[in-house]
């Protein structure tokens, strides 16, 4: 796939600027960037340079308002749409798109949660064959997960051929997927923040928040614990997640999509986490400097001081991890019976279950389910993590033993059957530290 | 004598950082020893087995953890790694960035003249525990650090850009000529680096377009003449590779293994200005840097049309353009030929760092030499993956300590 001209549409936000940088860096090609507001655009181009470290790409940035969209289609090999997730702004910006598309062009959506087939039906019929979903994770120089959504229309050939462009090119780790509501790497970590999520108002007592996340910490597999993240991600994207997922998909974790009331009450408030200040944390700043790190009270609806949370099997788990010594880390796990290992336990089992579960769904094939978390996630995807139980115990058995409440849902052996070796080593995911 | 065989060996993912996983230098050793040995077929059994009739040792190359992590009596600490390891003879071997190279020839030693039969070498190094300004003075005592190095912000870099300096002042190329070369030479690494899984800047942009802008914010003018893309990188990681001797094969009926075909070890003066005042007489700008390459040739009986790849120590664009002449594959002043001709691309002739060598792998100084030295071996025996160079039989590497002071070179080669 010869691509020499791109075309993104919603340059501006988040996604779009990075993604800007990718096809102008890795690419090489020339891209005319769309926002609203070309003035804006002028002032995002240095961000999209930031984002891949390369000035030598600026002079390939080209800035343009909505009134130039049909000149700039008109001469691009690729279009990248990449508004803001409106249904309404989609199927306009799309309609737009397809009347000026050239027949021989790609047009693609970076939508996180919209039917790309609903996308495409706003082409015209002779160019729908050539529409394709793209979705990238932030930030997507260090995330290298690109999600590939055929529709019914696509043209397979041309799938091949984009798929080896984002793979080659683009240095992208591409992982097809269905046309289904979140597609597969947020449909699996959404489930486990979101459920986490719901054992912070369960457990309020015991703390809430900060003492979910210090069960689920970097020592169970990830960079960041899972209320952290959702609070980095943005409370409202990650509403629009999972209610996207809960009013559109019906599988035996279906309750676990239902966002808590807390949650929506500090959506209200807007207090959105990271990027408003506050959220499920705030960080206090003083004049003086000083800083101090408070996280939501579910109870009082009052911030407070964090505490530092002492549960020995999470201790032992660091202590070990620092040393290298996995194994261990892992018996203390399995064999902790506290009411904190027990809760980290069954995450990380019910996270194997509903991983393999949604890649059947979602996915063409098991390690897809490896690929989304470890690439768009940074988590030590599902075939790693029940490889790394495995070196300690018979994870069926735990799996039965301690998840009873799904055992009559779905068929685990089934499941289990097609289970096979990661191609990611679990050792870099489980980390000592918070 | 014995000659001395190449069982097999791992390396670290180099984009990790350790200290942000939370992890200490046990934890480092741990699985860079146990994937070593693993890929080499040897049990922790194996080890007290062969302990018991004092057989094998362990070579630690690691060049200054006392500053990076405060620790000493490195040979010691296989013990720490695991239990099979109390009472196996381990030492410690120190040549700056060459570290792992000196531990590699005291292991072959020892395999030639029959008191071990099997030698694990393990090079390491984390730095990334300090910030890199820190890290720079740090690595300032690999040159005469009280003449050079002392209260001056990223010494190396500085030392680098001399050598570039001193480049176009003894040959008579073009300034623009040379800096684009070096520009090659950083993208060729950086795009190699994209084929291995294991490098550090695997997911990294780079571009032949990107390396010659140079003074940009993204790209900063670093010493001299020398720009970030010409650097390169600080990492954390371990390399191990384990050698045996011929009893050993015999014993285990191991065979088509690789061999250790030639070596060469030259030390120049330490002080950057009187290693070019020595190059006056020679052709070449680092003679003794040639002269362990042209040592290497002797002893393996081959000449550079025997070798089929190079591993090099870009520590900088500046050294691997050095390197090129040293190796032979040009004349000396004429080493940007084999660049823009594409003689050291990885689809050429003579390709230079398919790995993406210190720029693109990266460079953890104590771990430099036998991550070098195990790609050789993953070359000659066809296991390199995306970044195997077809047909390979034999292979040389460069690694060099200091300003290149210490000079190191191995030929690994098929067994005839």
């Not at chain 1, 059957?417 to 980390?431: C, N, Q």
Request: hydrophobic share 40%.
């Amino acid at each position: 796939m010869n691509i020499k001209t791109v075309t993104v549409v919603g340059a501006t936000g988040t996604m779009g600027a990075n993604i800007a940088g990718i096809f102008a860096s890795f690419g090489g090609a020339k891209v005319y960037m769309i926002g609203r507001d070309i003035e804006k655009v002028k002032r995002t181009i240095p961000r999209t340079v930031k984002s891949v470290k390369a000035d030598s790409i600026a002079k390939n940035l080209i800035p343009a308002d909505f009134t130039m969209l049909e000149q700039c289609v008109a001469d691009s090999d690729l279009v990248f749409e990449s508004c803001a997730e409106n249904i309404h702004v989609k199927t306009e910006t799309a309609a737009r798109i397809g009347k000026a598309l050239k027949s021989d062009a790609v047009s693609c959506t970076g939508t996180s949660g919209l039917s790309v087939t609903a996308l495409a039906e706003c082409y015209p019929e002779d160019l729908r064959s050539r529409f394709f979903g793209v979705h990238m994770f932030n930030p997507p120089y260090s995330m290298s997960l690109c999600e590939l959504i055929e529709t019914k229309y696509s043209e397979k050939e041309l799938a091949d051929e984009l798929k080896d462009y984002l793979d080659r090119t683009l240095l992208r780790t591409v992982v097809e997927v269905k046309d289904s509501p979140a597609f597969l790497g947020n449909r699996i970590g959404f489930q486990f923040i979101n459920e986490a999520l719901q054992y912070a108002e369960t457990y309020k007592d015991n703390g809430g928040i900060d003492y979910i996340d210090a069960i689920l910490g970097s020592f169970t597999g990830r960079s960041m614990a899972p209320l952290n993240t959702s609070d980095f991600v943005g409370l409202d994207v990650h509403k629009a997640i999972v209610d996207n997922i809960y009013q559109n998909t019906d599988d035996y974790a279906h309750e676990t999509f239902i966002l808590p009331q807390y949650v929506q009450k500090l959506i209200d408030e807007k207090k959105l986490g990271r990027k408003s200040g506050e959220g499920l944390y705030k960080l206090v700043r003083y004049d003086n400097g000083l800083k101090r790190p408070t996280v939501l009270d579910i109870n009082t609806g009052m911030y407070r001081d964090r505490i530092p949370y002492v549960f020995p099997f999470a201790d032992n788990m660091k202590k070990y991890i620092a040393e290298g010594e996995y194994i261990k880390a892992f018996d203390q796990l399995v064999n902790n019976h506290s009411l904190e290992a027990e809760i980290c336990l069954s995450f990380l089992l019910k996270y194997i279950v509903y991983s393999l579960y949604a890649a059947k769904e979602v996915g063409y094939t098991i390690e897809a389910a490896d690929d989304v978390m470890a690439t768009g996630f940074n988590w030590c995807p599902p075939l790693a993590m029940y490889q790394a139980l495995s070196s300690v115990s018979d994870v069926k058995t735990l799996i039965k033993e301690r998840l009873t409440d799904i055992r009559g849902k779905i068929d685990i052996d089934g499941l289990l059957a097609d289970i096979k070796p990661s191609r990611y080593d679990y050792r870099l995911y489980f980390k000592s530290g918070k | 004598m014995s000659k001395v065989y190449i069982l097999g060996g791992a390396q670290t993912d180099f984009e990790r950082n350790w200290k942000k996983e939370g992890k200490n230098m046990v934890a480092l050793l741990k699985e860079a020893v146990t994937d070593g040995l693993a890929n080499a077929d040897i049990t922790f059994d194996d080890i007290k087995e062969l302990n018991k009739d004092n057989r094998v040792a362990c070579f630690v190359g690691n060049f200054i953890a006392e500053k990076y992590t405060e620790q000493g009596h490195l040979g010691a600490f296989m013990t720490e790694v695991n239990a099979a390891f109390y009472g196996v003879p381990s030492a410690r071997y120190e040549a700056a960035c060459a570290s792992s190279s000196v531990a590699i020839d005291a292991a072959q030693t020892k395999i030639k003249s029959g008191d071990y039969d099997v030698a694990i070498v393990v090079g390491w190094e984390l730095m990334k525990t300090v910030d890199s300004k820190t890290g720079g003075d740090f690595l300032g005592r690999a040159a005469f650090y009280e003449k050079e190095g002392k209260d001056i912000d990223f010494p190396f870099p500085k030392l680098f850009g001399k050598l570039a300096d001193e480049t176009l002042k003894k040959y008579p190329i073009e300034e623009k000529r040379y800096m684009d070369a070096l520009a090659s030479i950083s993208a060729i690494n950086y795009s190699n680096g994209k084929r291995n899984p294991m490098a550090q800047t695997r997911k990294w942009f780079m571009s032949y377009e990107q390396a010659s802008t140079r003074g940009t914010e993204t790209n900063p003018l670093v010493g001299g003449k020398l720009a970030v893309s010409d650097c390169s990188q600080v990492t954390d990681g371990a390399a191990v590779v384990v050698l045996a001797s011929e009893k050993f094969m015999k014993e285990r009926g191991i065979k088509e293994k690789p061999v250790i075909k030639g070596y060469g070890h030259r030390v120049a003066p330490m002080l950057f200005e009187k290693k070019m005042a020595d190059n006056a007489a020679s052709a070449f700008i680092l003679p003794w840097t040639r002269q362990a390459v042209v040592d290497a040739y002797k002893r393996s009986g081959l000449t550079v049309d025997d070798m089929d790849v190079f591993e090099t120590h870009d520590c900088f664009t500046s050294s691997e353009y050095a390197a090129i002449s040293s190796f032979g594959l040009t004349e000396p002043s004429r080493e940007y030929e084999a660049v823009e001709s594409g003689l050291i691309s990885f689809d050429g002739k003579k390709p230079i760092n398919p790995s993406g060598g210190l720029i693109g792998c990266g460079h953890p100084v104590g771990a430099s030499g036998a991550r070098m030295f195990l790609d050789l071996y993953k070359q000659v025996t066809g296991t390199a993956g995306r970044y195997q160079i077809h047909g390979v039989r034999n292979a040389m590497m460069l690694n060099i300590g200091g300003s290149a002071t210490t000079n190191y070179v191995f030929v690994v080669g098929v067994d005839r």
